[in-house]
Structures are given as C-alpha cells and as structure tokens.
C-alpha cells in the first residue's frame, strides 16, 4: 500500500490538496508520518482537506494506527493515518410556502 508522507516541512495546504484530489478521483488516502512536526501537519491538512470536501457533498475522517518502520538501517515508529471517505445526502427540498423547520416553537 502506497503512503503520502508528511514531513514537519511539508506544507498543509499542498497535502490538503492531494488527499482531497486522492478522494474525489476514489484513490484510498493513507498518509505517513513520523515525529511529532510530521504529525502536526498531517493532521492540519486532514482538517484542511475536510474543509475543500464538505461543500461538495463528501465528508471525510481518519484513524491513526503506529507502524514500526526503517529508515535508513533505523527502526523508527511512524503514524500512519487512514482517510474514510463519507457522502452527505442531499437536504431534502423544503415544499414551497412551508416555514424551514428549525426545532423553535412558532405562535
């Protein structure tokens, strides 16, 4: 399984937009990180990405898992984060002249 790494110097934004690109094109998006900065953005760019999705009807979460890793020769512990992709139903359409119901009591 391919990983989006994220660094401590990789920008949120930029991440933001390949995992919300991964999404919309139905690619699984897992990203791997490891320290706390790789963390930190990873974690930015989920909420990011979160944020480019719900206006068009996706929502997105995410679940993080550690994973024993090596990097050159070292064994290092990485985050790995997993992105679950969610569709929003539509609202249903208010009938004509019917008041939005909102929960207040109306007199």
Do not use: W
């Not at 660094?7 to 690109?21: E, Y």
């Not at 550690?66 to 290092?76: L, M, T």
Request: charge should be neutral; include cysteine; glycine fraction near 10%.
């Amino acid at each position: 399984m391919d990983y989006l790494k994220v660094s401590s110097k990789s920008s949120p934004a930029s991440v933001a937009g390949a995992i919300a690109g991964m999404v919309k094109d139905g690619v699984p998006v897992n990203v791997q990180c490891v320290g706390a900065g790789a963390v930190n953005q990873a974690v930015k760019a989920v909420a990011i990405a979160r944020g480019f999705l719900i206006p068009t009807g996706v929502d997105i979460s995410c679940a993080p898992t550690f994973s024993d890793i090596e990097i050159g020769g070292e064994s290092r512990t990485a985050i790995r984060i997993a992105v679950y992709v969610h569709r929003i139903p539509a609202p249903a359409p208010e009938r004509a002249g019917e008041a939005p119901t909102t929960g207040a009591v109306q007199a």
